[in-house]
């Protein structure tokens, strides 16, 4: 194709059909929503405790982010080790994050996709979030 270079006329990644494949969730620095570190944020947590011990319920998670984290082999843009508050008999416990979304965050220790809120924000995910 001459004139256009290595990659065609569409360029690398220009080509409809590439268009059309799913994206990664991005990773945002916590700057970009309004964040610092020394934030407080919530993490929506679906507890499910042990059938004789009550049933499963959704709580929000007191958390400080604590300092950026070098991301993982294969994982791009900013992540951040946030502090869990300790409650309920659970330990205080570091995790390594990657904000995804103005309300979503991927826990990169176990993969889970897990919303978010500012500390007293009073945010719900939609109901077709919420079972997710």
Known sequence: MA?????????????????????????????ALGLTIGSRIEVRWDIVPDEDEGDPYTKW???????????????????????????????AEERTIRIVGLHDLVDLEDGDALHWRREGERWEPPMDEVAR
């Open 3 to 31: 004139g256009y270079g290595a990659y065609g006329a569409y360029g690398a990644y220009g080509h409809p059909a590439v268009q059309q494949l799913p994206q990664r969730p991005q990773a945002l620095p916590i700057e």
């Open 61 to 91: 998670w007191g958390a400080r982010i604590m300092r950026m984290a070098a991301p993982p082999p294969g994982t791009m843009g900013p992540c951040y080790i946030i502090a869990y508050d300790p409650e309920e008999g659970f330990a």
